[in-house]
């Protein structure tokens, strides 16, 4: 309790999941730095140091590279930057991973958790996803052990979790998923791009093994039809957009968070628009 009596607001903390570094970056930077600005505490980590993205360099190199770009792009927007311990093509869901996450969770605290959605292109994101679902809703049960990674206690309540797009916004049957939510991202667009093209390695890899030459314009394509969209759905101008759908399955907040901090950012997918 404050001198006056009222209560000591706790800072607020959100915090981004992402199976390798550089897709939080490329998914959710602009909502990031959104909430930066509203005073939220940011958190970033990365389930893997991207140790099989590059065709140059040795896993033990890449990791130290990509590491040292992750580090890069969490500074730029003043955000603590974690590594969860886990390896490409790794991530699985088993006990020493759900307690892994769990413990990170734990460590961090936060209200707001994005991630993976449940359906993407490659398991490391889809194992990641029901890693951090798991880790929401065990993180606040005392008897759930993780103390074999940190001593951080069990936090207060489940927090807000919301998934990021699939890559190109499809499920693995190549069904677009229709957003729940926008987060309009005009003035943060360039920011993002400085974000991302601080992973310099992976812009190298994308050419070599994918052909895609425009790492970062193929990011701010995708913002920009996610943009239409917000822009279709709320009448007003907006050229770049983020996309979320919240999980709302038993016990996990329903309220939106992140639409009530973001509001003027925020557009909601009318119950009209099928
Ligand atoms: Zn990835």
Redesign the pocket.
């Known amino acids: 309790m404050s001198e006056g009596g009222g209560k000591i607001e706790r800072r607020r903390i959100a915090l981004a999941i992402?199976?390798?570094p550089?897709?939080v970056e490329i998914s959710c930077a602009g909502t990031l730095r959104l909430l930066a600005g509203k005073g939220f505490e940011i958190h970033v980590a990365t389930m893997t140091l991207g140790d099989c993205g590059s065709k140059d360099h040795s896993a033990n190199e890449i990791q130290r590279i990509r590491r040292s770009e992750a580090e890069s792009a969490c500074a730029l927007l003043g955000a603590a930057y974690h590594y969860v311990g886990s390896h490409d093509f790794s991530i699985f869901h088993d006990d020493a991973h759900n307690r892994r996450v769990t413990a990170l969770l734990r460590e961090v605290s936060p209200q707001v958790v994005l991630t993976h959605p449940p359906s993407d292109y490659?398991s490391?994101?889809e194992m990641t996803s029901v890693l951090v679902r798991n880790a929401c809703f065990y993180a606040p049960a005392p008897n759930y052990d993780t103390s074999s990674v940190n001593h951080s206690p069990a936090i207060p309540a489940i927090p807000h979790l919301y998934y990021w797009d699939a890559v190109e916004g499809v499920d693995i049957y190549g069904r677009p998923v229709p957003p729940q939510m926008w987060i309009a991202i005009d003035d943060q667009i360039e920011f993002k791009s400085q974000m991302l093209a601080c992973h310099r390695s992976q812009r190298d890899w994308l050419r070599a093994q994918h052909g895609m030459d425009e790492y970062i314009e193929a990011m701010r394509a995708w913002c920009g039809v996610r943009g239409r969209e917000a822009a279709a759905m709320a009448n007003r101008r907006i050229e770049y957009a983020e996309a979320f759908q919240q999980h709302l399955g038993h016990a996990y907040p329903h309220t939106n968070l992140l639409a009530e901090v973001l509001a003027e950012n925020a557009v909601l997918r009318r119950p009209d628009a099928g």
Do not use: L
């Open positions: 992402g199976a390798h550089d897709d490659i490391d994101h």
